[in-house]
């Protein structure tokens, strides 16, 4: 068992015994009875099945040995430090991601650089899921970040790393005015965070069976891209394991129970080669990418081929990247045109492999002409 030192017990003794009531009732414990001062709670684990007593009343005399008693069996089922479990009980208002890395080394350290590639994993954990949230279409790789995606990432605070292992926590503030019907923006994000993170998961641990960038694409409308993929291996440098976890602000109940992912050395890999291949793929399927002609390459026979920067607009989400085109005589040849007077064109195919075939229709925008 967890043990709870003075400190944290005096801590919890502030608490109401609804905050423990809230915080079991969204973190997978279920209500098993109710007794006259107190209420019996239950878990079920692979390892057998946890019981926490939530005394009702804080005038009980033995309330300190209950609250002790539950601090240490949750801490323990949930396999973390008491003060990152009082932590999300005393943030009655704001929706909590923490992180606990596992490092080898004396409790409460981590290596330098480990340390700030996590922080900078949390940055844009928090960054690319605000500019998920507020794009109108997956995106594969995200570009440059509108000033309201950065507004917001201001906002996030960060908590003091832990002892017991290394844990930070990010806190997203809801307004006080949160129970209004309307869900705030912070909520919003912390939810498009949990969808994305819990997509990664997901496809990581499937890819370890079979790896296929396919299940990551498959995920983008869940918030999966390149950089959410890169924020989570960064968040594991040289493969360090760790914990995820996100709670709820109990001010305002989520629909979404909160959830715990461990990342080990496997998926972390994982999600670093899902990174790179992302930032580069072109997805079979039609495909459009507009922008400025950069190649090009006459054939052999008919046709050529033209390389053209831009966005990219595919099934699965868009990018900005070169693609390779390739072009019958009569479009080649108008591309060719677009590139000699610098016009940018907008081009639609199917892509095979990389780049562009079968190209349907080729757009000269400067000209509002198709051919």
């Not at 479009?331 to 349907?360: F, K, M, N």
Request: net charge negative; proline share 5%.
């Amino acid at each position: 068992m967890t043990p709870v030192s003075a400190d944290e017990l005096r801590t919890a003794e502030a608490l109401e015994p609804e905050a423990f009531a809230q915080y079991l009732s969204t973190t997978g414990w279920s209500l098993a009875q109710q007794l006259e001062r107190a209420t019996l709670w239950t878990r079920s684990e692979t390892d057998g099945e946890f019981q926490v007593l939530v005394p009702g009343d804080r005038a009980l005399r033995d309330y300190a040995s209950r609250v002790s008693d539950l601090l240490a069996t949750v801490a323990t089922v949930e396999e973390r430090p008491v003060r990152l479990l009082l932590d999300e009980l005393e943030s009655g208002g704001v929706d909590t991601l923490s992180f606990r890395l596992l490092p080898g080394g004396p409790s409460g350290t981590i290596p330098l650089f480990n340390a700030t590639d996590a922080l900078a994993g949390v940055k844009e954990l928090v960054v690319s899921s605000t500019f998920s949230l507020l794009s109108p279409e997956p995106m594969l790789v995200q570009g440059r970040r509108p000033d309201a995606v950065l507004d917001f990432a201001k906002s996030v605070r960060l908590g003091t790393p832990r002892a017991g292992s290394w844990a930070i926590a990010a806190q997203l503030a809801l307004p006080d005015n949160a129970t209004n019907g309307e869900i705030p923006l912070a909520r919003q994000v912390a939810l498009r965070m949990h969808s994305a993170v819990r997509a990664c998961y997901a496809a990581s641990g499937e890819a370890l069976r079979d790896y296929d960038i396919g299940l990551f694409l498959s995920r983008t409308g869940e918030g999966v891209s390149s950089n959410v993929c890169d924020a989570l291996a960064k968040l594991g440098r040289d493969n360090v394991p760790y914990d995820m976890r996100f709670s709820w602000a109990r001010s305002l109940p989520a629909s979404v129970p909160a959830r715990s992912f461990r990342f080990n050395a496997a998926r972390i890999e994982v999600l670093r080669t899902a990174a790179e291949q992302l930032k580069v793929a072109v997805p079979d399927g039609e495909t459009t990418i507009e922008g400025t002609v950069s190649k090009l390459r006459r054939d052999i026979g008919e046709g050529g081929q033209a390389t053209v920067r831009g966005p990219l607009s595919t099934a699965y989400g868009s990018s900005e990247r070169p693609v390779r085109v390739l072009l019958p005589d009569h479009l080649y040849q108008s591309v060719v045109s677009a590139h000699g007077r610098q016009q940018q064109v907008r081009i639609t195919g199917v892509a095979v492999r990389g780049r562009i075939e079968r190209v349907t229709s080729v757009e000269i925008l400067d000209e509002t002409t198709q051919i």
